[in-house]
């Protein structure tokens, strides 16, 4: 067994896709790696990483690399973390490499229904659960993939383990489902943005994800225009200015601003608290993680 | 003729590529309403379309049978219409239809794996949208035929799904398996020790029913080999052939260009031909260029100071679009404003196809 890091929680940040999930998640493991004592890292899924590119940086691979303080940042394709966890089990390093070198094996980690995806959890979950390489994080915040594909990874741990109910895999899968569903380890985040396709599919994964797994999603709205004047001071703006183009500017952030309140109303009245982070004009992008850093309350 | 319309009066197929959150599907819908304009008989494809688009196409409420609705409400030259891609549905509906004997469609129908997890196949959500395309396409009832690709983390990942599922079909996998749930232990003589071993440890890891499930899964599996096979070139011919033009839509987040670039070259390693870039919500049109007051009022600066930030903001996309169109090389880049409206209803989808019927791109 490795060590079981009993308080280590993990963050899931999931939205539908070009909302900003990706730098709103790395807003929270940064505010997070700096509240606590012990690091955080932020995990991206899948061959190529996006903070890579963000942060033109190279070498966001499946070890762990320091970004900033106590903030790493690793990239974990489902090749990778099998290779982990058959290394932990196998304990043989031959012949962990004749499993990964066979052809039949390399086409069935592609193609075997569910596999990549519980392997995915299963390495999430394995400090937790103890097992597998160790990974001595107090948080772990994972940039999931949008809505339907983050339904679909976590929901394949129980589907695995309907399957199999007997056996290692029904085992581990259903172990795997119980750290999904248990409050205390998981929290799951999804990103919107102040408009009607984002509000809809948030609204429909918040529920879905409070149903099946029992653990109440934080709803974040991001990229909400925050001018520095209030609404009545654009109207008053707009009482004395009729023509040209500062009074329709002032119009659109009028109109906008209605439009993107009512958005925000209807899924307070439908979630409770809904985390409003404006929209940042700062294109560096530590400034732009910092800032949004602000707006996030993790715990 | 704008470049757009040319694509549409020009090729029989469109598909429409791009990272989630771009607006791809709207942007589908919005070609075929531009082809229905000029006179074509359009159907747009779409996988997951929100209500109040899927409302104005008129496949809102539709029970799950895929159907073609002719698009209500509409005034073109031409005709338009959409269907739903359900990929369960279509899927269900392929192993029926190339089932060598009813037995055998209900052996893999019933499969546990199969059952559980059909519609999260790698690959079987594109496989399903081209099997679709490929029907539509060969049928020859439409002028043009435009598909909206399923959602993916990386575009790229809708081209290489057909490669995944016929990876599937790997004969080397099948054989493995097959041999192996006959029971008895027969694999044994036909495998050589190295997979042997290796088959022994996905055993000892997953346990005998995963491996017993997966063998049954394969083997059920293994009479579509052929038809897939061939489905799967007729496919590639059909997406490699003059008749077949992709469009890559991209937003204008810099890692979203630099995907597209990527995408780009990834198509034309391939062998397809990509007709267009689209950038959607390019530049706002309600940022007005010109902002001099005569006299100051109250807020002024506040508000001037604001316009200015906006204003840098969207000047740093400016770059990345310039360095886009570098890129792009032969490929022409067309954009889209971000409106101060979402874009719903036929209305929206009309005036967005005004307007790319308007854009003649200088060489």
Not at chain 1, 69 to 94: M, R
Not at chain 1, 133 to 156: F, K, Q, W
Not at chain 1, 187 to 211: C, D, G
Not at chain 2, 252 to 277: N, P, S, T, W
Request: charged share 25%; hydrophobic share 40%; proline share 4%.
């Amino acid at each position: 067994m490795s060590k079981v890091h009993e308080d280590q929680r993990i963050t899931f940040v999931t939205g539908k896709g070009g909302v900003g999930k990706s730098t709103l998640a790395a807003a929270i493991a940064l505010k997070l790696s700096m509240e606590s004592e012990s690091p955080a890292l932020l995990v991206e899924l899948g061959d190529s990483s996006y903070f890579e590119v963000l942060f033109e940086a190279g070498g966001i691979g499946y070890r762990p690399r320091s970004m900033r303080g106590n903030l790493d940042f690793a990239l974990w394709s489902p090749e990778n973390c099998l290779q982990d966890y058959v290394l932990h089990f196998l304990k043989i390093e031959k012949v962990v490499d004749l499993f990964f070198k066979n052809p039949v094996m390399k086409a069935l980690i592609n193609v075997a229904p569910g596999l990549a995806e519980v392997t995915l959890l299963g390495k999430a979950t394995s400090g937790i659960r103890g097992v597998g390489s160790d990974l001595p994080y107090r948080h772990i915040v994972i940039d999931s993939p949008s809505t339907g594909h983050a339904l679909a990874l976590l929901r394949a741990p129980k589907a695995l383990s309907e399957v199999f109910r007997i056996g290692p895999m029904g085992r581990e899968s259903r172990r795997i489902h119980e750290v999904l569903i248990d409050s205390s380890k998981c929290s799951y985040v999804i990103v919107a943005l102040p408009q009607e396709l984002p509000r809809v599919e948030t609204l429909e994964l918040f529920h879905q994800i409070r149903e099946e797994f029992g653990v109440v999603p934080k709803v974040y709205c991001n990229k909400i225009l925050s001018p520095p004047l209030s609404e009545s001071e654009l109207e008053g703006i707009l009482q004395t200015q009729t023509k040209g183009g500062i009074s329709h500017f002032a119009k659109y952030l009028l109109d906008q601003l209605k439009r993107e309140r009512e958005h925000i109303d209807i899924m307070k009245a439908e979630v409770g608290w809904v985390g409003e982070v404006p929209l940042v004009l700062d294109s560096e992008p530590w400034k732009l993680i910092e800032t949004l850093g602000e707006y996030v309350e993790p715990h | 003729m704008s470049l757009i319309d040319q694509l549409l009066t020009s090729k029989k197929v469109v598909v429409c590529v791009g990272t989630g959150g771009v607006g791809k599907t709207t942007l589908s819908a919005t070609l075929g309403v531009r082809a229905a304009q000029m006179g074509l008989k359009a159907l747009v494809l779409t996988i997951d379309p929100a209500k109040r688009l899927a409302t104005s196409l008129g496949i809102v409420g539709w029970s799950g049978e895929e159907e073609v609705v002719r698009v209500p409400d509409q005034e073109f030259k031409g005709e338009l219409f959409a269907a739903i891609v359900n990929s369960k549905k279509v899927f269900d509906r392929f192993i029926r239809r190339t089932a060598v004997s009813e037995e055998m469609a209900e052996k893999l129908l019933n499969n546990a794996l199969y059952k559980q997890l059909s519609t999260k196949l790698s690959g079987s959500q594109e496989f399903t949208a081209l099997e679709r395309l490929y029907t539509f396409a060969k049928s020859q009832d439409y002028d043009v035929v435009i598909l909206d690709t399923p959602p993916a983390q990386h575009a790229v990942d809708f081209l290489s799904a057909p490669h995944k599922l016929y990876q599937l079909f790997d004969e080397s996998v099948i054989k493995w398996f097959a041999s192996s749930s006959t029971g008895g232990g027969p694999f044994t003589k036909i495998l050589n020790q190295a997979t042997q071993k290796v088959f022994l440890t996905l055993e000892r890891l997953t346990g005998s029913a995963f491996v017993g499930e997966l063998g049954h899964f394969f083997s059920a599996l293994k009479s579509w080999q052929k038809i897939l096979q061939e489905r799967t070139s007729g496919v590639h011919k059909l997406l490699t052939s003059s008749e077949c033009s992709f469009v890559l839509v991209t937003s204008f987040d810099e890692a979203k260009i630099r995907e597209g670039v990527g995408l780009h070259r990834e198509l034309k390693r391939r062998g397809y031909f990509l007709g267009a870039m689209i950038v959607n919500r390019a530049f706002p049109v309600w940022l007005p260029s010109e902002v001099a007051v005569s006299e100051k009022f109250e807020h002024y600066e506040a508000l001037l100071d604001y316009y200015e930030k906006l204003k840098r903001y969207y000047s740093k996309r400016e770059e990345a679009y310039r360095w886009l169109e570098a890129q792009a090389q032969s490929v022409k880049v067309i954009r889209i404003p971000d409106f101060d409206q979402e874009v719903f209803t036929l209305g929206a989808l009309v005036t967005l196809a005004d307007l790319l019927g308007d854009l003649h791109v200088s060489n």
